[in-house]
C-alpha cells in the first residue's frame, strides 16, 4: 500500500537522428511504487494528451497457457510503457501495445484521448474512449466513444466487457456454477455504478463513488449464498478484510482476505492538461471502518515503514 506518484519527463526522440520528433508521450505522470519504473495498477496521464488505465481480467481457461511462449514476446509492462510513450491517440496506442502479446498480466485497457474531448459538446462519434482487452493469443481493440455517449459513464469490473475475450477467457463456466458475480453487466460492482453513476456531479462527488463501499448496508452488495450475508468485496472499492474468516463463503474471491481497493486517482480535462490528478491512499474509510494494521487480521504481513491507521484524505497533485 506504499504508494508513490510520479512524474518522468525525458527528451526521447521517435528516432535516432538529432532532429528526430519527439516522442508524443514523453511527460508521464502515473502511480506506482518504490523501485518500480511502471505503474502496476496502472494508471498515466501523459503529456500526449492521453490518459490510459485498467483493470485486470485474467484468464481462467487453462487452454489458452500454450499461447504464453518465451519467443516472440514482450513483457505487458514493457509494452504499455513503449505505448505511452508513442502514441498520441487511442489506436496508435492499441497498434503500439498488442504487438508481442506475451499473455500475462492481461488486462482491460482504456485509453481516453482529451484532444478529441469538447466539453458540453455532441459525441465526436471516435477518438474520445478505445478499450483494449488481452488475454493469451488474444488482443481485442475496440472505439468506443459512441457507448460512452450514449450511456453516459464507462465503468470496469475486471472483466472482459468483448463478448469474445469474456467466453474465450473461460468465464461462462463461471457464470453457469457461481452465477452473475462473474458476468460483466450484472456481477455487484456493475449493478452499483449502473444505480450510483448518475449522483457524479464534480470531482468530490466522483471520488465518493470510486471509494464507495457500504456493504453492511447495501443491499447491492449482499452475498445470498454466504453466511453472513453481507460482503466487503461486493462493492466500489472492495474491503474483502473486513469480511469474517469464519463465515461460510461459495468461493475464495469471497472469503476474508488481504484483498481490496488500496487507493484512488482521478483526473479531468483541466487537470490533465496540467498533468495533474487528484488521489487518496490506503483502503477506503467513507463507510466503513479504517484500516488499521495492528488490528488486522493481517498484522502479521510486512508492512515496515507503514503507519498503522490509514485515514488520509484526498490530495491534489501538483508540479509547481
Partial sequence: MLRIIKKYWFQFR???????????????????????????????VLGSGLVTLETTIGNRNPALWKYVQPQQCVMEWVRNVVANRLASSGDTWAETFKRFNSGTYNNQWMIVDYKAFVPGGPSPGSRVLTVLEQIPGMVVVADKTSELYKKGYWASYNIPSFEVVFNTSGLQALVARYGDWFSYDKNPRAQIFQRNQSLVHDMDSMIQLMRYNDFLHDPLSLCRACSPQPNGENAISARSDLNPAN???????????SHGGID?????????????LVAAS????????PFQWSTSPFSGLLHMGQPDLWTFSPIKVRWD
Fill in 14 to 44: 521517435e528516432g535516432p537522428q538529432e532532429h528526430s520528433p519527439l516522442a508524443p508521450g514523453n511527460k508521464v505522470v502515473f502511480s506506482s511504487y518504490p523501485g518500480t519504473i511502471f505503474s502496476c495498477d496502472d494508471f498515466y
Fill in 247 to 257: 463465515g461460510s463463503y461459495p468461493f475464495e474471491a469471497l472469503q476474508q482476505r
Fill in 264 to 276: 484512488v486517482k482521478v483526473t479531468s480535462m483541466a487537470l490533465a492538461h496540467a498533468l495533474s
Fill in 282 to 289: 490506503g483502503p477506503t474509510w467513507d463507510q466503513v471502518p
